[in-house]
């Protein structure tokens, strides 16, 4: 950031500053149509509702943005509720973030008093980052993805 000129910002989540979430999500889109493609072959309609885990939120805003304009779908982003919600024993974005700045873009973030992230845990490899893509906290605000949280003992015994 302090060198614009010879440093060049890449990140593979739908984060940072435009246009970087757009183009990851666009990339990420191949899953959303895909899902739909496949879903509507098998079984000739629509699903009832989606879910998928949001760390940053490559992976959910990408099967998301296929159903977007279907309300008949009820669509669900999982966070990492980790240990606990003790500071640093989570990294629920949406759930205990509030809105701030990282790496370029304003989205909701696990912040302290001064405005800087904090630390966060999460079992899942992905999922520990203090920060979420900007189109999800825009999906949060108005009310379009329902956005719960699982700890890491629920995500581990869901996997067994």
Known sequence: MADPVTQFYAIGSVVGPHPFPMMVRDFQAVVGREARKQIVEMTGRLPDALVACVGGG???IGLFSA???DKEVAIYGVEPSGIGFKDGEHAATLTKGRPGILHG????LLQDAQGQPMKVYSAASGLDYPGVGPEHSYLKDSGRVKYECAGDSEAISAFF
């Open 58 to 60: 490559s992976s959910a």
């Open 67 to 69: 159903f977007l304009e």
């Open 105 to 108: 873009f304003k989205s909701y």
